[in-house]
């Protein structure tokens, strides 16, 4: 699947849109394949390196999605 991955915070420039494996689906997790994606207030300072709190590089952005619920 594709994602907007950052392995180092930085500006708009250090994130990259690579092939990553397909997660693992958990007993309260959804599958959605996502149509769209906002960049969020968090996906700015996550990648930027201001909220450090429970971020670990790399890190796939992206919580503002829409989509269809595949599993």
Same mark, same amino acid.
């Given at each position: 699947?594709?994602?907007?991955?950052?392995?180092?915070? /930085?500006?708009?420039? #250090?994130?990259? *849109? !690579?092939?990553?494996?397909?997660?693992? *689906?958990?007993?309260?997790?959804?599958?959605?394949?996502?149509?769209?994606? /906002?960049?969020?207030?968090?996906? *700015?300072?996550? =990648?930027? /390196?201001?909220? =450090? =709190?429970?971020?670990?590089?790399? #890190?796939?952005?992206? *919580? !503002?999605?829409?989509?269809?619920?595949? !599993?």
């Amino acid at each position: 699947m594709k994602a907007a991955v950052v392995h180092e915070p /930085g500006g708009p420039d #250090v994130f990259r *849109i !690579e092939d990553v494996p397909m997660p693992t *689906i958990g007993r309260d997790d959804a599958l959605v394949r996502v149509e769209g994606c /906002g960049v969020s207030s968090h996906d *700015i300072v996550a =990648r930027d /390196g201001t909220y =450090r =709190r429970g971020i670990e590089f790399p #890190v796939i952005l992206g *919580i !503002e999605v829409s989509g269809t619920v595949e !599993e």
